[in-house]
């Protein structure tokens, strides 16, 4: 079967930079995706490793080790705004839909 | 403008009740999905599709069905809602790209 494993919270504060790590368990693999849930609000996409190395986007990049079956997120120059959830998501079950992580709540302190 | 909708947003209703959670989106991507998340938790798939008339049942148990007869409609029905019912219920889509997922603003459903 497929099974992710996230840290359940992180705290950072302004300014600073975090990391959040995500392991999976798959029989096949495509790719590790992230996304971003506020408080309330619905999921969004933020970024998608397919192969080893490091994806940046803004403020934001992900790193994808295959070999290590592992990932993480990181964000750069935290904001308040960065206050949310992350989850991590693989393929699963026949690899036509994503199974996600539990998610890891990220909290922002002045 | 391209864009996924969820109707309605917040739903209060009694035991028993027959509802149904509407969900359209106008980007013309062939996949769509429920998921299913209570406050703080994870997010679990209850229903998805490939598209016009395949619906697959997901991986967490539900007692709602689906039914997709227009690609950009993707509604999900509880013939008999109960308390247990009571969660946020997100529908998605995507395209040829399943990693990449647009999701709708959800409904957030109170059964009493």
């Known amino acids: 079967g497929q099974s992710l494993e996230q840290p359940s919270e992180v705290t950072a504060v302004e300014g600073a930079i975090v990391q959040i790590n995500c392991t999976y368990q798959t029989s096949g693999f495509y790719g590790l995706s992230w996304y971003q849930q506020h408080d309330g609000g619905a999921p969004t996409f933020l970024s998608y490793?397919?192969?080893?190395g490091l994806e940046e986007t803004g403020r934001f990049s992900s790193f994808l080790s295959r070999s290590d079956s592992y990932g993480y997120l990181l964000l750069q120059e935290l904001q308040m705004k960065d206050s949310a959830s992350y989850f991590c998501a693989v393929r699963g079950g026949g690899y036509n839909k994503l199974i996600f992580g539990a998610g890891t709540r990220l909290a922002v302190h002045p | 403008e391209a864009d996924i909708y969820q109707t309605p947003r917040y739903l209060v209703i009694g035991t028993g009740k027959k509802i149904t959670l509407e969900c359209s989106q106008t980007?013309?991507?062939?996949?769509m999905y429920w998921y299913q998340q209570d406050p703080g938790m994870e997010l679990h798939l209850i229903h998805y599709?490939?598209?016009?008339?395949?619906?697959e049942k997901g991986d967490l148990s539900s007692e709602s069905t689906v039914s997709r007869i227009r690609t950009e409609h993707f509604p999900l029905t509880l013939e008999s809602a109960r308390p247990s019912h009571t969660s946020q219920y997100l529908c998605a889509s995507s395209d040829s790209r399943l990693d990449v997922q647009f999701f709708g603003p959800g409904t957030r459903l109170t059964v009493l």
């Open positions: 599709s490939y598209g016009v008339n395949s619906t």
């Open positions: 490793n397919a192969l080893d």
């Open positions: 980007m013309g991507h062939d996949k």
